[in-house]
T-cell receptor, first 114, second 111 residues
């Protein structure tokens, strides 16, 4: 089956620094990758949709200059949280969509900004 | 855009009983409806899905029904077990685009 690898699983960073999260589709080509954020006891909220080689489409209310998304290849997308602040602490999770596999989620990244 | 409502937010059942979670959606163009199970701190796991050309789908103890006219779909879990305890999310996808999730249902199965 389809596997999506996400790293790191946990990261603690200081306020004002940047953090990069990677999402890789291991055995299929992901035409589209989605980035979600999930606060404790809440649902997954879509942040942005990215297609390989093009700019990401951000959901309303998500700052594109703060959450930088790169989808340079069909197997890799990255999310960089720039100038992180404590309110950015959350569970970030990617999902990759391939032609034959539908939506497959990564294992998530727990970000804590101190 | 699509809006998905999910009820109830919490559900507690006795082991062996059935559990039903209901979702409604707003966009008649949505044609894919997956259900995910998420354990604490882990990724959502697809447990069953249904497409708009099907009214019902069953996989062992889990079934999903879809009423396109009413724009609602439901998850049915029979003979519940303690390991079924988790948060369950429904989702809808308009035109094979992004998934829009419901707010989740915390299911507790009491032994």
């Amino acid at each position: 089956g389809a596997v999506v690898s996400q790293h790191p699983s946990r990261v603690i960073c200081k306020s004002g620094t940047s953090v990069k999260i990677e999402c890789r589709s291991l055995d299929f080509q992901a035409t589209t990758m989605f980035w979600y954020r999930q606060f404790p006891k809440q649902s997954l909220m879509l942040m942005a949709t990215s297609n390989e080689g093009s700019k990401a489409t951000y959901e309303q209310g998500v700052e594109k200059d703060k959450f930088l998304i790169n989808h340079a290849s069909l197997t890799l997308s990255t999310l960089t949280v720039t100038s992180a602040h404590p309110e950015d602490s959350s569970f970030y999770i990617c999902s990759a969509e391939g032609t034959h596999y539908g939506y497959t989620f990564g294992s998530g990244t727990r970000l804590t900004v101190v | 855009g699509e809006n998905v409502e999910q009820h109830p937010s919490t559900l507690s059942v006795q082991e062996g009983d059935s559990a039903v979670i209901k979702c409604t959606y707003s966009d008649s163009a949505s044609n894919y409806f997956p259900w995910y199970k998420q354990e604490l701190g882990k990724r959502p796991q697809l447990i069953i899905d249904i497409r708009s050309n099907v009214g019902e789908k069953k996989d062992q103890r889990i079934a999903v029904t879809l009423n396109k006219t009413a724009k609602h779909f439901s998850l049915h879990i029979t003979e519940t077990q303690p390991e079924d305890s988790a948060v369950y999310f429904c989702a809808a996808s308009p035109n094979a685009e992004k998934l829009v999730f419901g707010k989740g249902t915390k299911l507790t199965v009491n032994p």
